[in-house]
């Protein structure tokens, strides 16, 4: 079994950058996807960023040039480099983890506001 941890969420000010880390532990494949996906009130979850054990990177339309997903394997760890924050990036982001199991993270609150 995989768990995920995701740490990183907060206020910030539009333009404004923020960091979220997402940790797997457990029983992690030698191939899977890690992906950040979001979810604000009233809408559907989207996918935002996603990146395979292979180092391939994927994004969503609404974030490409401003969003950076990464990965450290060495600590299992996928990180989501957020930069020029808009009030339309407000939501509760969510860790995914795609191998022999999918599972979600608890998830964190990203607040875009001045």
């Known amino acids: 079994q995989v768990q995920l941890v995701e740490s990183g969420g907060g206020l910030v000010q539009p333009g404004g950058s923020l960091r979220l880390s997402c940790v797997a532990s457990?029983?992690?494949?030698?191939?899977?996807?890690m992906s950040w996906y979001r979810q604000a009130p009233g809408k559907q979850r989207e996918l935002v960023a996603g990146?395979?054990?292979?180092?391939?990177?994927d994004y969503g339309n609404s974030v490409k040039g401003r969003f950076t997903i990464s990965r450290d394997s060495a600590k299992n760890t996928v990180y989501l480099q957020m930069n020029s924050l808009r009030p339309e990036d407000t939501a509760v982001y969510y860790c995914?983890?795609?191998?022999?199991?999918?599972?979600w993270g608890q998830g964190t609150q990203v607040t875009v506001s001045s």
């Open positions: 990146i395979t054990s292979y180092g391939s990177t």
């Open positions: 995914n983890y795609v191998g022999s199991s999918t599972v």
């Open positions: 457990g029983s992690i494949s030698r191939t899977y996807v």
